[in-house]
């Protein structure tokens, strides 16, 4: 990662905030749906306030967490290949994080002459603005327009701009959305939409759960640092009284649905109270609360997915250990 020095002073980044254009998404109506019911759960989306995001930066380096190294790899082989079939006007990049992974797909335009834009959208604004001054200090000629967002209810809002864009859509964040979440993320992406347009998809791939259990167990820690967070979160959104130390992290692969599970898990029987929302939420010992899947695609599984909604695969990219996919595809209605 480019850091800079305090002699080099970064232009301002203001976020654009895009609006849902389906109902649903805030944290009162997200807990009140997941966390007050049972089974309880909380969108994974919340993992990811300032604090989250640089856990899951230190994540991706970890050993055991083989999925940013193996899909960093097949770009850095595969970037001049996607730019030159998708000649991109724009690159919108759905979860974009610290935009890492960007910097080859630019670099790729700049080599081939192609005038691109850019364009980051994520729920965490600090992670957008961090990543943003860094973009712009490496490429002073590149127009980046960065947004925050809920990629699932508000992409519509994005729809008929002159210009033909390649969406990015990395890090096997697709595997996060499943049932009604992933029907409306499509929905709202395809509302987005030009004819011709492109996305271009990281997925993680089935295999042995040894390497998945590791992977979301890091030795370091991280990802149960991760995963605890999210109470930290509620405790500041909603003055709600978690005790962090009375939850513990858990992960672990189903063989039978194809994805890892993640939950905290409560030590004890506690009473949590939500000031905000005037709730308590009674947990009793060992009683779980599900903050994330990881689905696991098999290559034909990806390939229908994409076909299903009308995006026709271009390229698909895997390494010779089959651990990932990088897909490229055309909406083609
Ligand atoms: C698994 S990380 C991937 C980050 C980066 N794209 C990469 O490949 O390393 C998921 C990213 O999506 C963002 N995110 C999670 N849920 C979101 C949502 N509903 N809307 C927008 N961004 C979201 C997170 O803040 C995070 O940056």
Redesign the pocket.
Known sequence: MLCLSSEQEPPDMQCEHLHPGRPGGSLIEDVRRGLLDSPRSIP??YL?DEHG?KL?ERI?ETREYYQ?RT?SGLLNDACTSIIETSQPEQLLE????NS??IHVLLDSCRKLNLDCSYMP????EQ?VTDACRILQHKYSWLEIRPMV????HSLSSLASAPGRRLYVF????IG?LEGPERQCFFAELLAAMNPGDWLLL?ADREKDPTILNAAYNDSAGYTARFNLNVLNVLNRELRADFQVEQFRHQAAYNTRLKHIEIHLVSQQAQRVSLQEMKADVHLHEGEKILTEISRKFTYQGLNELLEQHQLQVAHHFQPDNQYFSLVLARYSP
């Open positions: 994974c989306k990811y995001s899951f991706c940013t899909e759905l979860g974009s994080g890492s992974k959208l994520d729920i965490c992670a967002g809920d990629y699932i990395l890090g096997g964040t996060n990281g």
